[in-house]
């Protein structure tokens, strides 16, 4: 049996919603074995980060080098990474061994305000980020930093996927969790030439900490599994819609989405399609 393997290069959520848990426990939902190195420890749960704890880029490295001379890895992820001098150690060692199945999301701030990413980190993880990934997956006011220009409709973010493409990335999800007065919520992918939407309907609910980051390691599961990029981010879709609806309600503020929600939907019907035989 072969096993599809995943490393995550992120920040840890000690409220489990976000951040390397969330990777974690969805590589492992996906059926993927998963792999971290941790690149700064963040004290947060659903109300807010209490305190952000960066570890030295020499620690960061040794986690990648840890796993890059021994286990190997089939696609890697990127969340919060920080530093400018955190992304520039990163970027070498992507190179270094070679990882071309890249999901890069370019966290920068946590749903409460909080700053996950300084702000002299982002012609970095430009430069030299963007060139070496697969896939971008930002939201819109990620998007609208990376590229300089407002983003509030569909055209706009199809204009600001264009310009990130010119960086160097070979496909953008320009995720719309972040539309405002609509009842739809539509991602949109693009490599270069073609725009393919992905819509759902907007659920009504607070529990929406960690979103980004459960749908891009879905993305990095999948094409970790050999899956192409429209594939993984139709699946990616699915798992995180699942998981926002049948939410957790845990915690007084944005609670963390249900990382198991897909799986057992998935048995739900492959027990009814049983049944169904049967009688
Ligand atoms: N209320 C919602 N209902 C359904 N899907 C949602 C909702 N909010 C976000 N999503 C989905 O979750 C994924 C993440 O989108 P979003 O734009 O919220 O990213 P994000 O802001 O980076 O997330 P976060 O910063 O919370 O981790 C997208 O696939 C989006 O469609
Ligand atoms: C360690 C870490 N990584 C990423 C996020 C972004 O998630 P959100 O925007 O939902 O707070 C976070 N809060 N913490």
Redesign the pocket.
Known sequence: MTIARALTIAGSDSGGG?GIQADLKTFQELHVFGMSAITAVTAQNTVGVQGIYPLSVEAVLQQIDSIGLDLGTDAVKTGMLFSPEIIYGVAAKIREYAWTNLVV?P?M???GGSKLLQDEAVAAMKNELFPQALVV??????AEVLTGMTVRTLDDRKEAAKRLVDLGVKHV?M????EEGTSQ???LLYDGSAFVE?P??????RH????????AASITAEVAKGSSVIDAVAI??NF??AA??DSLELGAG?GPTNHWAYRQRLNASAESRKKGRLE
Not at 208 to 215: K, L, P, Q, R, S
């Open positions: 976000a999301d966290v701030i946590a749903k997956t930002p939201n819109m006011p990620e999800v995720k719309g969790g972040h919520i539509v991602d992905f759902s309907h907007k659920v009504l609910t929406t900490h960690g979103t980004g980051c459960t749908f990616a879709k995180i819609h926002i609806e944005h």
